[in-house]
């Protein structure tokens, strides 16, 4: 098994090994003295492992109910939040009860929002069953929704108790899912690791060998989220690409386009402008844009830049003054670069 420790607020551990949602009951039992224990998850997602789950929860003595929405960015809503904050007061759940996330990041979004919310707060455990839950969603404590003005609009920092990391639920993940999650393992080469963005580009990554980079990933994040929990700082690095990204998921209603895929193009709209710019060092932007072709990532979007441009405006990382964009100097090396409103456009060459 391999174990992280973050240590933010509370402590807590990330476990990450083959299988371990057999025995998750075990490592809860570790860290909680719930009674009751509400699994959260979606349509997908029950049919495949809620059963495992339950299992191991029952066996170590747990009273365990469960909560299932319907899969899909478009569930990430307040009223979806609060079917789960009412199903757990119908429940009875109390402060020493819990919340376990089985699914991916909108399941871990959501149901840590609701324990972030019901009785001011109760504890919860993330079992990430897609890579980008498994390689940053779960970890870090970001809980929230959606709005209709933007993504991600709405939350809070709740920190998880436990994450349980198991590596096997990727070989059920439909391609589409697979590529949307190495999107943010590809983003967290490009800012902080050289040497990870050039294990993905020379090396066949998948869900058979995927451990060593859900670990690298995972180790990275901890990093940051350690140094800067709440994003007043470093932590915004993680959302290279997410500007563009947010942009081009809202002009798609949220649908058929994946989180990875619109980060992959914004993560190139930024690169190619750094470059422009004489701000990223030359040839970034083609490795970025070869490797997200290498796994399945889309390039360009059918937008054009100015209508990116304008959906970004919404985007929750603007200051009132402009947007502060996350940069690459180079692969591995990035920074924040504040960008003022009329100078934008001149930015992205238009
Ligand atoms: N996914 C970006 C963050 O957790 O800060």
Do not use: W
């Not at 719930?34 to 979606?42: C, F, L, P, Q």
């Not at 402060?95 to 990041?105: C, H, K, P, S, T």
């Not at 710019?277 to 932007?285: F, H, K, R, V």
């Not at 054009?304 to 405006?313: L, N, R, T």
């Amino acid at each position: 098994m391999k174990k992280l420790t973050v240590h933010v607020g509370n402590t807590y551990e990330i476990m990450i090994e083959k299988g371990i949602l057999k025995s998750c009951g075990r490592y809860i039992k570790n860290v909680s003295n719930a009674k009751k224990i509400a699994v959260v998850t979606d349509t997908n997602v029950a049919p495949l492992y809620l059963e495992t789950v339950k299992e191991s929860l029952v066996k170590e003595g747990f009273e365990v109910i469960n909560y299932i929405f319907e899969a899909g960015e478009s569930s990430k809503t307040a009223e979806t939040v609060m079917r789960m904050v009412e199903f757990l007061a119908e429940n009875r759940l109390t402060r020493n009860d819990m919340v376990a996330a089985l699914g991916g990041g909108v399941c871990g979004d959501m149901a840590g929002f609701a324990s972030a919310i019901y009785l001011r707060g109760i504890d919860f455990v993330q079992l990430p069953t897609t890579l980008l839950s498994q390689v940053d969603s779960s970890v870090g404590g970001k809980t929230g929704v959606d709005l209709p003005q933007g993504k991600n609009l709405c939350g809070a920092f709740h920190q998880p108790s436990l994450v349980l990391i198991d590596t096997t639920t990727l070989r059920s993940l439909p391609v589409h899912f697979f590529s949307d999650g190495m999107g943010e393992v590809i983003k967290t080469g490009c800012i902080k690791s050289a040497q990870l963005f050039e294990k993905i580009e020379n090396e066949d990554i998948t869900a058979e060998n995927i451990e060593d980079i859900v670990y690298a990933c995972v180790d990275i994040k901890k990093g940051v989220v350690e140094r800067d929990e709440k994003e007043q700082g470093e932590r915004a690095l993680l959302n290279f690409g997410h500007t563009a990204g947010h942009g081009i998921e809202k002009l798609h209603n949220f649908t058929g386009i994946s989180h990875g895929e619109a980060v992959g193009i914004g993560m190139l709209m930024i690169s190619e402008a750094g470059e422009k710019a004489g701000l990223t060092e030359g040839s970034t932007a083609e490795r970025i844009k070869k490797v997200l072709e290498k796994y399945n990532l889309k390039t360009e979007d059918e937008n054009s830049a100015a209508d990116i441009i304008e959906a970004m405006q919404s985007d929750k990382k603007r200051t009132g003054s402009g947007i502060n964009f996350v940069m690459l100097s180079s692969i591995g090396n990035s920074f924040i670069h504040p960008v003022e409103n009329e100078k934008i456009k001149e930015l992205f060459g238009i």
